[in-house]
């Protein structure tokens, strides 16, 4: 791997956000891709910082800094990832479930869907049942995309699809999820239309379900 990316890596890591933002700009001045630096640089660091962090070797104030650190170098990926000229492929509308602040997956998938010509409406994190169904109703939305990362914030993708079936809306959206615990089975048993594993997935799973309606 470029010297570039690991130094990327060891930045992320140590939460040196602007020298993670510079390396980025260089890192696509040196002609590397987008896609490249996402997951060789910005992705992989995060993975170790993940690591560490399950083995108590970083703590929330580290991690925070790491976070902030893969923010501003996906701050220069963004218009980059969200290149497309295309028309509008449909409204969906996205967010971090309630209790849970993890942002940055979240992010990716908005700037990936976005690249691919959907219209993204980002409610954030920590967005509760009613604020999607609210958004949804709003937007006439073609799909509802949400996101945990916690074992137990994950249950509250559930009380969304209900509290949609209980708005009379349930029929008229399509519902994705995803997130690092999330798995194809947890989706079909809450009555999720689909699972998407990444954000590359989740480009193919949005077109596959606007398709459908
Ligand atoms: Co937290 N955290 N965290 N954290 N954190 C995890 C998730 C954890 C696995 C760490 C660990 O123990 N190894 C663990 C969860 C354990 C569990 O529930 N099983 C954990 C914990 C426990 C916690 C706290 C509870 C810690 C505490 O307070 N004791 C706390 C909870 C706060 C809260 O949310 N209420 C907490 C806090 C934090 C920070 C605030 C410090 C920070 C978040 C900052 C931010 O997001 N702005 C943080 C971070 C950064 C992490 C790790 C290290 C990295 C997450 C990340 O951004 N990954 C994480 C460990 C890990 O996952 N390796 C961890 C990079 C990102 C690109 O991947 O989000 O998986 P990911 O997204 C992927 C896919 O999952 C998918 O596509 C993305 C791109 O390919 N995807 C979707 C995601 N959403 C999707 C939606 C889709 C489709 C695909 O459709 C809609």
Redesign the pocket.
Known sequence: MSDILVQMQKDLYAGNFSEVETATKTALDLGMSAPEILNDGL?AG??I??RD??AGDLF?PE??M??KA?HAGLEVLRPLLAESGAASQGKIV?GTVA????????N??GMMLEGAGFEIIDLGTNVTPEQFVQAVSENVADVV???A????TMLSMKSTIEALQDAGLRDKVKV??????VTSKFAEDIGADRY????GA?VDTARELVALK
Not at 149 to 152: A, C, I, K, S, Y
Not at 196 to 199: G, I, R, S, V
């Open positions: 992705i995060m993975d910082v993940g962090f399950r929330i991690v925070l790491s976070a893969m996205i209790g849970d602040l993890h942002d940055i997956g979240k990716l998938v995309g949400m996101s990362l916690l074992t137990t994705m999820v995803g997130g690092a615990p998407a594993p990444d954000a989740a």
